[in-house]
């Protein structure tokens, strides 16, 4: 129906745009897409094997381990709800680091059992496959919320500085420069995107804006992830805890926990 808008006079009539069904991009190229079969197996092998490693990572911290290529690494909620954040990088070559933007292209904004972790361009190489998940029965929630993603970026002191105005040095981002610089004399430019595991993260329905609610994990939970290259791994206990705590609003530190990492390798 023809409306008058002050700046283009009478008869002025909105653009219809022509509607289109959703097409996938990426529609899962071969090398997205593993055999299960191969993956359980490979599981199995580390599992009864050896556990080589094995970390703690201290609540508000973060620690780095390695991997070959073939290990699981488990990643174990084993005191109360906690969410951590993940990078990766080539062992051999760390330039070579995980890609959680292509990540999310080739599988969804969430990683569930058998989706792999690219590595940036131009390798675009998967760096690891996701097999096993506690939590994969949560889902996509009512609210198109759902576990573990690969949205994007971690927390970080520079926008808790843009939102509160206050300076602080507490986040996943100080955390895992911290044990890259630390632990393999590392840089701060080496963080990058991380894969968010625990965190339960969508977009609204109505202003498609980033949200979050409390993690549904608890103790004993656990996912595991093969590597499918040699690694140099960082997890960090987030310091929001179980994430139930608006950004910007203290975190009582009863709200916070370590994560636990194990190594399995198959034996020769
Ligand atoms: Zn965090």
């Known amino acids: 129906m023809a409306t008058t808008q002050p700046w283009c006079g009478k008869n002025f009539k909105p653009r219809v745009f022509e509607k289109h069904p959703p097409t996938l991009c990426y529609d899962k190229p071969a090398a997205a897409q593993v055999a299960k079969s191969q993956y359980d197996d490979m599981r199995y092998k580390a599992i009864m094997g050896e556990m080589i490693e ?19 690494c488990r990643i174990t909620v084993c005191e109360g709800s906690q969410v951590g954040d993940l990078n990766f990088w080539n062992l051999e070559n760390t330039q070579e680091r995980f890609y959680s933007g292509k990540t999310r292209q080739l599988h969804s904004t969430h990683l569930r059992v058998y989706d792999r972790l690219w590595s940036c361009m ?9 097999v096993f998940d506690s939590l994969a029965a949560y889902g996509i929630d009512e609210d198109g919320g759902a576990l573990h993603d690969v949205i994007g970026t971690r927390c970080d002191d520079y926008t808790y500085k843009l ?5 602080r ?3 996943c981002h100080s955390s895992l420069v911290q044990a890259v610089v630390n632990e393999r004399a590392m840089c701060e430019a080496d963080v990058h995107d991380v894969w968010n595991i625990f965190m339960c993260t969508g977009f609204t329905r109505d202003t498609h804006q980033y949200f979050c609610k409390p993690s549904p994990a608890r103790k004993g939970d656990y996912i595991e992830f093969i590597a499918d290259m040699n690694l140099l791994v960082a997890l960090s206990a987030c310091p929001q805890g179980d994430v139930s705590i608006p950004v910007g609003q203290e975190v009582p530190d009863a709200k916070c926990h370590p994560l636990k990492v194990e190594i399995f390798r198959k034996k020769n």
């Open 169 to 171: 040095i507490g986040s």
């Open 163 to 167: 939102i509160t105005g206050k300076d």
């Open 54 to 72: 094995s970390v703690v990572v201290p609540k508000r911290s973060a620690r780095t381990w390695t991997m070959q290529q073939g290990d699981l």
């Open 122 to 130: 131009p390798y675009l190489r998967p760096m690891a496959t996701f």
